[in-house]
C-alpha cells in the first residue's frame, strides 16, 4: 500500500518507492527555495518537508511536533473564546497579602 499524505481533508497518495518520494521532497524544498522565480513559490518548501517526513525520522519528529505545538494553541484560542466576557478573568494574588487577607 502506497504512503498518502494528509492536508485538511483531503488526501494524496506518494509513490510506492522510498527514493522516489525522497528525491519528490527533496525537488520541492530546492524548488521553493528559489521561490521567487516565476513558476516555483515558497509553498512548495512545507509541502517538500512533509513529503520527506513520510521517510526520514527527524522531519517526522518536526512535522509531530508542530502538529503537537499547534494543537495545543488552537485548544488554548478555543477555550479564551469560550468566555462570554461575563466572569472576571482569574488574577494573581497580591504577594503582600497573607492567606484569608483581601488587598
Known sequence: MAPKIR???RHWHLPKSKPI???????????GIV???PVLGFWMIPLGLLVL????????????QLTVWWHRRK???DEASDTDGTAAP???KDASCGPGRRP
Not at 518520494?21 to 524548488?31: A, D, E, K, N, T
Not at 517526513?53 to 509531530?64: A, E, G, K, Q
Open 7 to 9: 492536508i485538511f481533508d
Open 53 to 64: 517526513s513520510v521517510d526520514l525520522p527527524i522531519v517526522r519528529r518536526w512535522r509531530r
Open 35 to 37: 521561490g521567487f522565480l
Open 21 to 31: 518520494r525522497i528525491g519528490i521532497g527533496i525537488l520541492l524544498v530546492v524548488g
Open 90 to 92: 482569574a488574577s494573581k
Open 75 to 77: 485548544g488554548e484560542e
